[in-house]
């Protein structure tokens, strides 16, 4: 088996794993995202639209600041940037398919 099909063998285990224990990915992602347009919109008393593809990309970038502030290496830090990475181009994908629709 080439490391190619080994690595989305075991991201796909990973994200069906992550799913089973904190919910589907789009749903967290449009829950999110409408929290933090409520809040913004709140605070800065006008409407605030935020995307959907937010919360993928702050958990990224959550992860890559974690990264950096560690003096050792943490497998699951990278495993869990790809999944987040894996995740959000899924979303992006399907957002598009439904604006063509």
Known sequence: MSDNIKFINNLEKLLHEKQSNY???DHTSFA???????????????????????FGLFMIFLKSWRIMQSKEYKK??????????????????????????
């Open 23 to 25: 919910g589907h990915f």
């Open 32 to 54: 999110m995202a409408g929290m933090i347009e409520k809040y913004l919109t709140i605070y800065n008393n006008k409407e605030v639209k935020v995307p959907l593809k937010f």
């Open 76 to 101: 699951d830090s990278f495993d869990d940037i790809n999944g987040y990475t894996e995740l959000l181009r899924r979303l992006v994908v399907d957002e598009n398919k439904a604006k063509r629709s």
